[in-house]
């Protein structure tokens, strides 16, 4: 019986560690074009955000509403000074977009005005690359 036990335990840990192995090769692109975008903002670049964005961000809304969110969110909130990443998961719904395979990509932001932020970043393929699908730094 302790034998079985053991073998079960083992059995879960190479589970465990295939799946977070996987995922993470699965994400890392993700991670990378998340970070990236969020350099951009960090440039103020909100306008090349959202070209450089997903065809389901042009598609939810208009450039100008886009720039005026990440810019608000600029001036409440400040340049973030540091991020660190926190979260990568999958999901296959998000609100106001359809259902795909998403991924959200999850920062602790340190802004100018703002010890603690959480800055999330949904991202999905399209075309065979990571994109960003939406924004928000709360």
Same mark, same amino acid.
């Given at each position: 019986?302790?034998?079985? $036990?053991? =073998? ?9 560690? !295939?799946?977070?192995?996987?995922? $993470?090769?699965?994400?890392? %692109? =993700? ?47 400040? %340049? ?10 999958? #999901? ?5 977009? %359809? ?12 802004? #100018? &005005?703002?010890?603690? !932020? =959480?800055?999330?970043?949904?991202? &999905? ?14």
């Amino acid at each position: 019986m302790k034998k079985i $036990g053991i =073998a079960a335990s083992m059995a879960l840990c190479l589970i465990l560690i !295939a799946t977070t192995a996987s995922a $993470g090769l699965f994400s890392e %692109p =993700a991670v990378t074009k998340a970070r990236e975008f969020a350099q951009m903002i960090d440039s103020r670049k909100a306008e090349a955000t959202y070209t450089q964005a997903s065809t389901l961000v042009r598609l939810s809304r208009d450039q100008q509403e886009w720039s005026q969110t990440i810019n608000r969110s600029y001036a409440l909130l400040g %340049p973030v000074q540091e991020r660190t990443l926190v979260a990568v998961r999958s #999901v296959q719904t998000f609100p106001k977009l %359809p259902d795909r395979d998403y991924l959200i990509v999850q920062f602790n932001a340190q802004t #100018v &005005h703002k010890s603690q !932020a =959480a800055e999330v970043i949904l991202m &999905h393929q399209e075309g065979g690359d990571w994109l960003v699908a939406d924004y928000s730094i709360r």
